[in-house]
Structure formats: structure tokens, C-alpha cells
């Protein structure tokens, strides 16, 4: 499975952002997609996740209610819709596809995209 992620940039605080995940290959072999993100210094943490049937979502505390994750299944798509962006949500987001649940932990994911920059200006 490969994973591209796209739609990082520069956003003013209580801006709005958007961040995609291309999913290719064996895709029907992954059950949850998520992302992460990660600042220098820091663990890589949690930020949303969302099964492929059934979309169901899981949102870190920090971003529930400002961030919705969705998904295409025709296009292998998984989206990540930030508003009110936070200048503590500045940090490099990573998409994950895995096989399993939970969906918080890094090591249900067995695949990684290489990351994509968002940074908010306060």
C-alpha cells in the first residue's frame, strides 16, 4: 500500500485547511486510516482515524469538533477537514493505513505516507 499525502500549507489561526491521503495497492487489505501528527522533539500523536466500512471516526480530544475526517472509497481517498486551526496544531501530518484497531496507536498501522507540513500562524 502506498500513501500520499497532499494540501499542507501556511494558515492563519482560525483558518481552515484541508489535507488529503491517496491510498494505492492493496488497498482492500486495510481496515482504518489515520492521521498523525508530529513536531520536532515530540512522539508522533493521534490526531483522527476512520475505517474504510463502515466510516467510523475517532478524533483525539484536542481536535474534536474543529477537525472531521472522511473518506472516498472510490477514490481511496481519505480527507482531513481542519478549522479553527490552532497554532498548536503546527506540525508535520502523517497518513497511516492499518489492519486493525485501536485506531489511536501507532502500532496498528502498518503503512505511512511521507508527511505533509501544516503551519499556523498565530
Known amino acids: 500500500v502506498q500513501l500520499q499525502a497532499s494540501g499542507g500549507g501556511l494558515v492563519q489561526a482560525g483558518g481552515s485547511l484541508r489535507v488529503s491521503c491517496a491510498a494505492s495497492?492493496?488497498?482492500?487489505?486495510?481496515?482504518?486510516m489515520g492521521w498523525f501528527r508530529q513536531v520536532p522533539g515530540k512522539e508522533r500523536e493521534f490526531v483522527a482515524a476512520i475505517t474504510w466500512t463502515g466510516g467510523r471516526s475517532y478524533y483525539r480530544d484536542s481536535v474534536e469538533g474543529r477537525f472531521t475526517i472522511s473518506r472516498d472509497i472510490v477514490k481511496n481517498t481519505v480527507y482531513l477537514q481542519m478549522n479553527s486551526l490552532k497554532a498548536e496544531d503546527t506540525a508535520v501530518y502523517y497518513c497511516?493505513?492499518?489492519?486493525?484497531?485501536?485506531?489511536?496507536?501507532?502500532?496498528?498501522?502498518?503503512?505511512w505516507g511521507q508527511g505533509t507540513e501544516v503551519t499556523v500562524s498565530s
Open positions: 497511516a493505513a492499518g489492519t486493525k484497531l485501536p485506531a489511536v496507536t501507532t502500532t496498528s498501522y502498518n503503512y
Open positions: 495497492g492493496r488497498t482492500f487489505s486495510t481496515y482504518v
